[in-house]
């Protein structure tokens, strides 16, 4: 298990690597003090790497349990809805780039909503509509931020 839980903790530290890399270059047209787009992304990224380095410390000082011959079913039902999202992350990046934010966000949380268990109809439709009006009134009407159009939206 430790093997995994260093894998993993490497692996987030240089995401959160690329992220902040990125973010640092969206706050270069940002002049004086006021905060950039970037700033929120490069703290949480932050964030990110110090929780990835208390799980390699954690990991270090935790106990030996290696006696254990495959700690991760690779084929278990957890692990195939782990795949699935994985798979729907890289069509929401794809979507995302098509038809912009709203409609690749709409698909990923109904998506993963229905994923993890929502059948109501309901909940399917209502919940994304709330959390997209949530982000456009936060990011478009009161930050004035312009979201991902896509390349057929442009």
């Known amino acids: 298990m430790k093997k995994y839980n260093y894998g993993i903790s490497v692996l987030l530290i240089l995401i959160a690597g690329l992220i902040i890399h990125n973010s640092l270059q969206m706050n270069e047209s940002v002049s004086g003090t006021a905060m950039g787009p970037g700033v929120w992304p490069i703290i949480l990224s932050v964030v990110l790497v110090l929780l990835a380095v208390v799980q390699i410390v954690q990991t270090m000082l935790g106990k030996n349990h290696e006696s254990e011959e495959n700690p991760i079913d690779f084929k278990s039902p957890a692990m195939k809805r782990i795949y699935i999202t994985a798979a729907l992350?890289?069509?929401?990046?794809?979507?995302l780039k098509v038809l912009g934010f709203y409609i690749a966000m709409a698909f990923?949380?109904?998506?993963?909503?229905?994923?993890?268990?929502?059948?109501?109809?309901?909940?399917?439709?209502?919940?994304?509509?709330?959390?997209?009006?949530?982000?456009?009134?936060?990011?478009?009407?009161?930050?004035?931020?312009?979201?991902?159009?896509?390349?057929?939206?442009?």
């Open 89 to 95: 992350v890289v069509v929401f990046a794809v979507l």
């Open 108 to 154: 990923l949380l109904i998506a993963v909503m229905y994923l993890l268990g929502e059948r109501n109809p309901r909940a399917l439709v209502l919940v994304p509509a709330g959390i997209l009006i949530f982000i456009y009134i936060v990011f478009v009407v009161l930050l004035k931020l312009n979201m991902p159009g896509g390349l057929i939206f442009q």
